[in-house]
């Protein structure tokens, strides 16, 4: 019959094994997360943002038109509350065979997607689609496309207090993170104005992720 001395032995050793089991899987789990985190591109986790649709929005204005333009990059719309995030992905979603069917058209595997409203501030107002242009890094960019999402986009003109909407791609992702400008014939917002509230709202969600992750192994 075994002492109390080889007893107590084996208990300690069936602890330690416990113990480093527990270690063990701990390590495990942080890895998936990485992993995970890597192959998405860091990006932030959706419903964690309180930005709203206007905070990534930019406005021109010109004599006949009011234009609304939304980002629709997944580093930028997860910033989003949750309702905003998911009316965008939505939208997003309703138009992805149209969308992708003009991507590989045009031989673009990540296209720049932005949200683009005209608002007609006088009686037959026009609009030109291909007017719209990105000026990243001192090049101009033109959109490739333009998949329409109201039913009157491809008219082109808008009385007073209508609207159009299409969801335009461009050849490159639109560097969110930096300062780019949209244009309209002479008319021209800059996306600098933003980059201070996106930059502390990513922040903020990294680190309240790390902080639940961080709990969540322990």
Do not use: C
Not at 62 to 90: K, N
Not at 136 to 144: A, D, E, G, S, T
Not at 160 to 171: H, M, N, P, T, W
């Amino acid at each position: 019959m075994p002492n109390a001395t080889a007893l107590a032995g084996k208990h300690r050793a069936a602890g330690l094994l416990l113990t480093l089991a527990a270690m063990l899987g701990a390590a495990s789990a942080a890895r998936g997360q990485d992993s995970a985190s890597n192959a998405h591109g860091d990006l932030p986790p959706a419903g964690f943002g309180t930005l709203s649709q206007g905070d990534i929005a930019l406005t021109l204005q010109t004599d006949e038109l009011e234009i609304r333009v939304v980002s629709l990059d997944e580093r930028v719309t997860r910033l989003l509350a949750p309702d905003s995030y998911t009316s965008l992905h939505g939208l997003i979603e309703s138009r992805s065979l149209a969308i992708d069917t003009l991507a590989r058209r045009n031989g673009i595997t990540a296209p720049g997607l932005f949200f683009v409203t005209f608002f007609g501030r006088r009686s037959g107002a026009r609009f030109d689609s291909q007017n719209l242009s990105l000026v990243i890094r001192n090049q101009l960019y033109r959109p490739v496309g333009v998949v329409p999402y109201s039913d009157n986009f491809n008219s082109q003109q808008l009385e007073v207090r209508q609207q159009a909407s299409g969801i335009y791609l461009f050849e490159t992702q639109t560097p969110v993170f930096e300062s780019f400008t949209v244009t309209y014939g002479s008319a021209s917002a800059d996306w600098e104005g933003k980059l201070n509230r996106l930059q502390r709202e990513r922040s903020r969600i990294m680190s309240r992720v790390r902080a639940d992750t961080d709990t969540t192994v322990h």
